[in-house]
């Protein structure tokens, strides 16, 4: 009897030292939204919640991935609820970020900035896409909500090949450029592959050509609504005027206003129907999965205004950023820290990405598509000279680059149709 | 007084207080007001904020009403919403209609896969519809490849990126997608007019046309009217093909419908109360229309 007794009392025992440690540290769940929703993406982010995980025993990461368009529109209402997400990607913007701030519902992460040393990450104007006033109205300077992972920038892909046969090399002016275009249409090839069905891509080679002849005071400016922000601008109707030049002489696809980006734009490039694509350096993960990483080179396209740096769209991507309620604000920081660090840089580097936090050189091999990308990054951030997504403050815009291209308006009215858009409120 | 062999429930029918009645549509009332009632009277409210969706609403009256009277994008979008009508609505009827004399004029062998083959664009999803003649429309796609194989090499251009045709190539689909639905409705109404009428008109000699004329049409009253009901209601709340086809209103704002600046509004700019304004303008253009149409078909049957 004794003995049974006393077998019972201690597994008994056994079992509450067995539970004991789990017992003891607070089981925490940490609730992250983000948007890698590849299988190459899910990989790398796995890796990081696992190491996050070890590093922080008695957490668990929940996780859930939605292409960006549903995280933009669904993250809102669920930021304003107590179970949603501790920690999630933000895109930018008055409509995105600029909305969220403004109903109270991110997390100011300037104390865990210092306390991190986010600051050093990239450089303070890139910061400040993740910045705004607490009452939203004001984009690009007071309290940080956010810290990216990975930078763009919208640049030229080309073919390797035709530049040798044509022998062209990468262009240090942009009347240089202008040449190589006509040079490539004389050989009776298309210079420019360009689809514009979506809208958005538009915007991107319309703004490749804006950014040659803007500064980047005159964009920022606009970009953040300051003081003496316009879109009327020479260097805007100059540019407008030079798309429609372009247009005329046939330097992009033919039927570009029927083409989608992700399938025929995407298979025009890779069919090699055309000698470069002006898009965004997103697309060099998937471009290596198809012609790996020696038929293709990237490079900035070269400012029209003389000794000026290259200035490019770009900027950092989606925003981890925390929510105003969550009960977790500390290890938010922690998770957020590992995400933007030098670790998830190494590992998104390896998935074909751009990391926003320097890579280290001795990881870039000579001649790969991936090194111009990342050289074609160090180009504009260290000058100075990273542009902006016009869309941020003027959503309709592509609508208005359609009408110019198809000659529904002309350059003239196609600036003072996005100026009083702009004055409007941009929406 | 001898009760008959049947009983008379039927004739003499126990007497159901109203309460009973209406405890029989309660669990259907219920759905109906929890899913659809209340969600409209609370867009009826929203419409009167200044609100983003998430964050604190601000009174504001009547002012989203004031701001989309004048605001162009909404009136335009109206347009061809009205343009659509024709696409969505007036061609799939005639089509249907047509399709319905060809088929009851006499019994073709096959008929089952001809019916359930013309009505498959009707049941396919709106988004992979939009896929599918996406890929036809293509600039290098098998629309262009077949007039260039007819020579027509003028008429070849980006259907979907061109400012005059983006809207006929999307009404276009929209014909190929309901005239199914008008079809088969039809095909049934055709199913229960009276014999003896088809046979009247053939002693009277009538050709095929009087034939459809003066019988088939007549008889097809009713139907014409719920398909016009149906496929008017489709087309002003058309949304996911224009969506998929010129990805949201493309070339400029050539295909924008009101339920897309709905989305827009709402969804993307953060302008839930504006949104609301304008989702409830076109619930009520759609309930006015409506009820038109099925008042006509109500006195309709009264004068039968």
Known sequence: ?427 | MKTRFFSSRLDNPPYIHPYQAYLFILPGLIIYAVFVLWPILNTARYSLYDWTGFSDPVYIGLDNYAELWNDDDFWLALQHNAFFVIFYSILPIMLGLFLTALMTRRTLRGMTLFRTGLFIPQVMSPVVVGIIWRWLFAYDGPINELLLALGLDGWVRPWLGDFTWARYAVGGVGVWVQYGLCMVLFIAGAQSINTDLYDAAAVAGANAWQEFRHVTLPGLRQQILVAFVLTFIAALRVFDLVFVLTRGGGPGKETIVTSLLIYREAFQYNRAGYGAAMALVLTVIIVTVSALVMRLQTSEEDAQ
């Open chain 1, 1 to 427: 009897m004794k003995s049974k007794r006393s077998v019972i009392l201690l597994t008994i025992v056994a079992l509450l030292v067995a539970l004991a440690p789990a017992a003891a540290q607070d089981e925490v769940t940490l609730v992250v939204w983000d948007n890698w929703t590849r299988d190459a993406e899910q990989a790398m982010i796995e890796q990081l919640n696992a190491e996050f995980e070890e590093a922080n025993p008695g957490v668990t990461i929940q996780r859930e991935a939605y292409d960006t368009s549903d995280l933009t529109d669904i993250l809102p209402l669920a930021l304003s609820e107590s179970g949603g997400p501790d920690v999630a990607m933000i895109n930018q913007g008055f409509t995105g970020m600029g909305a969220l701030v403004e109903a109270g519902l991110l997390l100011p992460l300037d104390d865990y900035a210092a306390q991190y040393g986010w600051a050093d990450r990239y450089a303070e104007g890139l910061h400040a896409r993740n910045r705004f006033t607490e009452d939203g109205a004001t984009f690009g300077e007071g309290n940080l909500y956010g810290v990216s992972n990975t930078a763009e920038v919208v640049a030229a892909y080309y073919w390797k090949s035709d530049f040798e046969e044509l022998g062209l090399s990468i262009p240090q002016t942009f009347a240089e450029f202008e040449a190589m275009l006509q040079t490539i249409k004389d050989a009776d090839k298309t210079p420019i592959v360009f689809g514009s069905l979506d809208g958005w891509p538009a915007i991107h080679t319309w703004g490749a050509i804006q950014h040659a002849y803007a500064t980047l005071d005159e964009l920022d400016a606009f970009m953040f609504r300051r003081e003496g922000g316009t879109f009327d601008t020479e260097s805007n109707l100059v540019s407008a005027q030079k798309m429609v030049e372009w247009i005329d002489a046939g330097y992009f696809s033919p039927g570009f206003e029927g083409m989608d980006y992700d399938n025929q734009t995407f298979g025009a490039f890779l069919n090699h129907n055309g000698v470069m694509w002006i898009t965004g350096s997103w697309m060099t993960g998937s471009i290596i999965e198809e012609l790996g990483e020696e038929e293709i080179g990237f490079f900035v396209i070269p400012s029209a205004i003389e000794g000026a740096p290259p200035l490019s769209i770009g900027g950092v991507g989606l925003a981890y950023g925390a929510r105003a309620t969550t009960e977790q604000p500390d290890l938010a920081a922690a998770y957020i820290d590992l995400v933007t660090g030098p670790r998830a840089a190494e590992l998104l580097f390896e998935q074909g990405f751009l990391p926003a936090a320097t890579v280290d050189p001795a990881l870039l091999v000579e001649g790969t598509l991936t090194a111009d990308v990342v050289e074609a990054w160090n180009t504009i951030s260290s000058q100075n000279a990273v542009g902006h997504y016009l869309d941020w403050t003027v959503p309709d815009i592509a609508a208005n680059i359609q009408e110019l291209m198809a000659g529904q308006v002309s350059p003239e009215e196609f600036i003072q149709d996005v100026e009083s858009d702009y004055q409007a409120g941009g929406m």
